[in-house]
């Protein structure tokens, strides 16, 4: 078994810098082995949303009985005291060397394991996804809570990537993908046929103005009117790929 999803709970308090967890020996042979690379696993706290302040990101570099050797603070968390009953869990994060919430495009029609598709699907856990939770609690661009334990992530289809611009912010959005032409944008006239005689005076007449004919051109009395507009798309040709995001 690979233990790309197992939980726990801590059986006794771990305080900070302690670089040997114990695990219960029914839920330990869960978590697999720690091969030649190692994984991580995530302490959160049982009672408490889970965010990147509560949570710590520890690697198991090998097993010792029912004991997790570990590393303290990886990715960007701090070492912290977390008591008895606390959670635990490991995580996909060595499936690519990608970190949790890096968002990737892809041809598959159903998310790689340890992702999820930014489709803007409600009711994921957060005991299941603390990491990810704790993101879409600190960036709204990711999602959004819709629970006490429950949150959302953004629907990004249909969407452009689009490098943020100069004073710009990750995460905004904007475009459309009709655009209504406005009367600045083009010059419009109400185009009108007129029946030529011999006699007919009109600047530029064809046939010299001796013959019968025809003539088209445009009124000069009818200022521009956007009112019957109809919008024109304007996408480029593309073809469509699914976003989804590392939850771990």
Same mark, same amino acid.
């Given at each position: 078994?690979?233990?790309?999803?197992?939980? =726990?709970?801590?059986?006794?308090?771990?305080?900070?810098?302690?670089? =040997?967890?114990?695990?219960?020996?029914d839920d330990f042979r869960s978590f697999g082995e720690a091969d030649y690379f190692g994984y991580y696993i995530t302490l959160a706290p049982a009672d408490k949303f889970p965010t990147l302040?509560?949570? &710590?990101?520890?690697?198991?570099? /090998?097993?010792?009985?029912?004991?997790?050797?570990?590393?303290?603070?990886?990715?960007?968390?701090?070492?912290?005291t977390f008591p008895a009953g606390s959670l635990l869990y490991r995580g996909m994060y060595r499936e690519n060397g990608a970190n949790i919430g890096d968002i990737f495009m892809t041809m598959r029609?159903?998310? =790689? $394991?340890? /992702?999820? #598709?930014?489709?803007?699907a409600d009711g994921y /856990?957060? &005991?299941?996804?603390? *990491?990810l939770a704790a993101l879409v609690e600190q960036y709204l661009s990711y999602g959004e809570r819709t629970g006490p334990n429950t949150f959302k992530l953004a629907d990004l289809r249909g969407r452009f990537p689009y490098g943020t611009p100069i004073g710009g912010s990750v995460g905004q959005r904007g475009g459309s993908a009709?655009?209504?032409?406005? $009367?600045?944008?083009?010059?419009?006239?109400?185009?009108?046929?007129?029946?030529?005689?011999?006699?007919?005076?009109?600047?530029?007449?064809?046939?010299?103005?001796?013959?019968?004919? #025809?003539?088209?051109?445009?009124?000069?009395?009818?200022?521009?009117?956007?009112?019957?507009?109809? $919008?024109?798309?304007?996408?480029? $040709?593309? #073809?469509?790929?699914?976003?989804? *995001?590392?939850?771990?």
């Amino acid at each position: 078994m690979d233990g790309s999803l197992a939980s =726990t709970t801590l059986r006794a308090v771990l305080p900070a810098g302690q670089k =040997t967890i114990e695990i219960d020996p029914d839920d330990f042979r869960s978590f697999g082995e720690a091969d030649y690379f190692g994984y991580y696993i995530t302490l959160a706290p049982a009672d408490k949303f889970p965010t990147l302040a509560n949570c &710590e990101i520890v690697y198991v570099s /090998r097993h010792d009985g029912n004991n997790l050797i570990v590393e303290r603070g990886m990715r960007g968390t701090a070492s912290k005291t977390f008591p008895a009953g606390s959670l635990l869990y490991r995580g996909m994060y060595r499936e690519n060397g990608a970190n949790i919430g890096d968002i990737f495009m892809t041809m598959r029609a159903t998310p =790689t $394991p340890g /992702r999820l #598709f930014m489709n803007g699907a409600d009711g994921y /856990r957060v &005991e299941q996804y603390p *990491i990810l939770a704790a993101l879409v609690e600190q960036y709204l661009s990711y999602g959004e809570r819709t629970g006490p334990n429950t949150f959302k992530l953004a629907d990004l289809r249909g969407r452009f990537p689009y490098g943020t611009p100069i004073g710009g912010s990750v995460g905004q959005r904007g475009g459309s993908a009709e655009i209504n032409l406005a $009367p600045n944008n083009y010059q419009t006239n109400t185009w009108m046929s007129q029946k030529m005689s011999p006699t007919t005076n009109l600047s530029g007449a064809v046939n010299g103005g001796n013959q019968w004919g #025809f003539h088209l051109h445009a009124k000069t009395d009818n200022p521009n009117d956007s009112s019957s507009n109809v $919008p024109v798309k304007h996408l480029p $040709p593309y #073809f469509s790929v699914n976003y989804e *995001i590392v939850a771990g």
